[in-house]
């Protein structure tokens, strides 16, 4: 969305929640999070998500490593891990993979 969108639907949001690291370090997490989100109706939230739990650090090893071009971005095992991390939460949420097909280089 650009920020002229987030300017006109700004008066429709009524807070933001943002969850991160153990919040959202599983499946079972992302359903009581989404519960939470779910059991306020009234409201209208913009939901902001980072980094699973316990992957802050392999995203930046990961973000150093393609910035440098030590590797293909193939091989850096920092982004495998968060990939299949990805894959597998989504396998459990039994969603389709097609939701994140894209975020990852080499599907």
Known sequence: MTVEGLEGSANQLSCVMKFGGSSVASADRMKE???LI???PEENPLIV????????????????KAASCISDVSEIDELSFVKELHY???DELVLDRSIIIGLFVNN
Do not use: Q
């Open 33 to 35: 999070v989404a519960e």
């Open 49 to 64: 998500l980072s980094a699973m739990g316990k992957t802050t650090n392999k995203h930046i090893v990961a973000g150093e």
């Open 88 to 90: 597998r939460t989504v």
């Open 38 to 40: 779910l059991s306020f």
